[in-house]
């Protein structure tokens, strides 16, 4: 009897050391503020978006991070919206090898085929913390300077060079990134390599000496917050979320302003409105950052009408 009442006053001391603990990790007021009913307003928002130069009909964006960071499921999960139900678009792989190996171009369509958006989405290989390992510095320079033929396939031993078959010798603006986003796991960041830091920090460097803006995205928070797996909703009011993207802009060496959280699709059949928001929310996130490259580039393109 007796050992059954320590038992029970262990298990009601441990739950409410948990409860506590839980509190702890919910703030009382959101670090960030987002109307959970505007997806209809984001949609059309997204839909109707045209590039700031009139001679353009779409918006380049390059997404790079770690193998497993989930750039194609958030390539995927962004069409998802738009289509209703969960859509694999952009095929992601399971292994720890890049399941991508190829440049690949996605135009996000809108709520029918025939209504594509201006956002193009590029996938490529997983990043390494290295140059022998993952996509390189410079086949990534290469990429956003609009060198790289669509299609490519990368090796680390066969840079893109004036001989690749389907150089681009004379990239024109259409050719080029417009902005790139940086894709971060926040399961992983804490274990993500000194070597990895390092590419993205000699990344950003060489990016910004192009002049072409980049934001980040943290991925997978439904698996450091059990309060924000089980209501996306509470992914601004989570200290866990809150420190992990602090990690996450010290690892990439970028304020957490440029960092937003999303949750992507990975076993749904179906969507859902709030993770849809998040995700709606990101990709606004990201064209803001698209029309900042576009005014910085007016004056180098004059011809072109902002």
Not at 36 to 61: C, D, H, N, Q
Not at 151 to 163: D, L, M, T, Y
Not at 199 to 220: C, K, N, W
Request: with cysteine; charged share 20%.
């Amino acid at each position: 009897m007796i050992f059954i009442s320590l038992l029970l006053h262990y298990t009601l001391s441990t739950l409410g050391l948990l409860g506590a603990e839980q509190w702890k990790s919910k703030m009382e007021s959101p670090w960030r503020e987002v109307a959970w009913t505007e997806e209809e307003t984001l949609m059309e928002s997204i839909s109707s978006y045209k590039p700031g130069f009139e001679a353009l009909s779409e918006a380049r964006v390059l997404l790079l991070g770690p193998v497993g960071a989930g750039k194609s499921s958030f390539i995927s999960s962004v069409q998802s919206v738009f289509t209703g139900r969960f859509t694999n678009r952009a095929m992601v792989g399971s292994s720890s090898a890049s399941f991508t190996k190829k440049l690949q171009l996605f135009n996000i369509r809108g709520r029918s085929p025939e209504q594509p958006t201006a956002l193009v989405l590029c996938d490529v290989m997983g990043l390494g913390d290295g140059e022998t390992t993952g996509l390189t510095l410079h086949d990534t320079l290469a990429i956003i300077k609009g060198h790289a033929p669509e299609g490519h396939k990368f090796s680390p031993e066969q840079p893109v060079r004036s001989e690749t078959v389907g150089y681009v010798k004379k990239p024109s603006l259409k050719d080029k990134v417009h902005c790139v986003v940086f894709v971060v796991d926040a399961s992983k960041v804490s274990s993500y390599t000194k070597g990895l830091g390092t590419t993205f920090q000699q990344l950003r460097e060489h990016i910004s000496d192009l002049g072409v803006h980049q934001v980040a995205l943290l991925t997978h928070v439904d698996q450091v917050c059990q309060e924000t797996a089980r209501d996306i909703t509470q992914v601004y009011n989570s200290r866990i979320v809150q420190q992990t993207m602090t990690n996450a802009g010290a690892l990439l060496g970028m304020s957490t302003s440029y960092i937003v959280p999303v949750k992507n699709y990975s076993s749904e059949l179906d969507v859902d409105e709030n993770t849809d928001i998040l995700l709606l929310s990101a990709v606004d996130h990201i064209l803001q950052y698209v029309d900042l490259h576009f005014q910085d580039c007016a004056a180098t393109y004059p011809k072109l009408s902002l």
